[in-house]
C-alpha cells in the first residue's frame, strides 16, 4: 500500500523569505502523480501543485515549485517570497495511475501547518 | 469557473439521526469522490464514483452509503449518526478515473451532538 510522510508537523518562515517542505512516499509503482494541497484556515482544500512521476523535470507554479526525487521518494515543496497568504496546512499526496491499485483516490500525508511570521 | 459545489456547508444532527450529504461536480466532470477529515487529521478516503457506478471504497462505514446519479451528482447518506462521524466531507471531482487533478469542493461541517 501507497504511504505519504510529513515529518513536519509545524514549520514557520519569516515574511519573504524562503521555506521548504518535506514530504517522503513509499510506492512499489513506477508511474504515479504527486500533489501539494493547501488547506487555509477556511478549510477549502485548495491544489497548489501536481507532478507526474514520469517526468524528470520539477514542476513550477509561480513561487510554488518541487524538488522530485524519484529514487528517493521524496517530494518537497518550496515556497518562495513567503507572503501572509500562505499560512496555512499543507498536505502532500499520491496518487496512483493504475485503476487496480486505487488510482480513484489520493493518499494523503499528515500534513504541515505553515506560519508565516511577518 | 465553475467548481464542485457541496451542499449543505453546516449540519447539526443529533445521534441517531440521518443526514444527507450533496455534491455537484465540475461540469463535465465524470468522477466523484467522497473524503472525511476529522478535526486535525489529514482527509481520509470515502468512496468514489466513476460514470454512476462504484469505483473505489475506503474507510466508509456500513452506516454510510452513497450514489451518482444520471446527471453525475452525487450524494453522501449517513444513518444512526455517532458523535465520532463529526468532521469535514469534502467531495471532490475529477475528468477521469486517473491521471487528472482532483478538484475539492468547500466541504460540509457536519456536527453530531
Known amino acids: 500500500a501507497q504511504t505519504v510522510t510529513q515529518s513536519q508537523p509545524e514549520m514557520s518562515v519569516q515574511e519573504a523569505e524562503t521555506v521548504t517542505l518535506s514530504c517522503t512516499y513509499d510506492t512499489s509503482e513506477s508511474d504515479y502523480y504527486l500533489f501539494w494541497y493547501k488547506q487555509p484556515p477556511s478549510r477549502q482544500m485548495i491544489l497548489v501543485i501536481r507532478q507526474e512521476a514520469y517526468k524528470q523535470q520539477n514542476a513550477t507554479e509561480n513561487r510554488f515549485s518541487v524538488n522530485f526525487q524519484k529514487a528517493a521518494k521524496s517530494f518537497s515543496l518550496k515556497i518562495s517570497d513567503s507572503q501572509l497568504g500562505d499560512a496555512a496546512m499543507y498536505f502532500c499526496?499520491?496518487?496512483?495511475?493504475?485503476?487496480?491499485?486505487?488510482?480513484?483516490?489520493?493518499?494523503f500525508g499528515t500534513g504541515t501547518r505553515l506560519t508565516v511570521i511577518p | 469557473a465553475a467548481g464542485v459545489i457541496q451542499s449543505p456547508r453546516h449540519l447539526i444532527k443529533e445521534k441517531r439521526e440521518t443526514a444527507t450529504l450533496k455534491c455537484y461536480p465540475i461540469p463535465r466532470h465524470d468522477t466523484v469522490y467522497w473524503y472525511q477529515q476529522g478535526p486535525g487529521q489529514d482527509p481520509q478516503f470515502l468512496i468514489s464514483?466513476?460514470?454512476?457506478?462504484?469505483?473505489d471504497k475506503g474507510s466508509i462505514p456500513d452506516r454510510f452509503s452513497a450514489q451518482q446519479f444520471s446527471d453525475y451528482h452525487s450524494e453522501l447518506n449517513m444513518s444512526s449518526l455517532e458523535l465520532g462521524d463529526s468532521a469535514l466531507y469534502f467531495c471532490?471531482?475529477?475528468?477521469?478515473?486517473?491521471?487528472?487533478?482532483?478538484?475539492f469542493g468547500s466541504g460540509t461541517q457536519l456536527s453530531v451532538l
Open positions: 499526496a499520491y496518487r496512483s495511475i493504475y485503476a487496480e491499485t486505487g488510482a480513484n483516490n489520493l493518499f
Open positions: 471532490a471531482s475529477s475528468l477521469a478515473r486517473g491521471g487528472e487533478k482532483l478538484f
Open positions: 464514483f466513476y460514470e454512476k457506478m462504484q469505483s
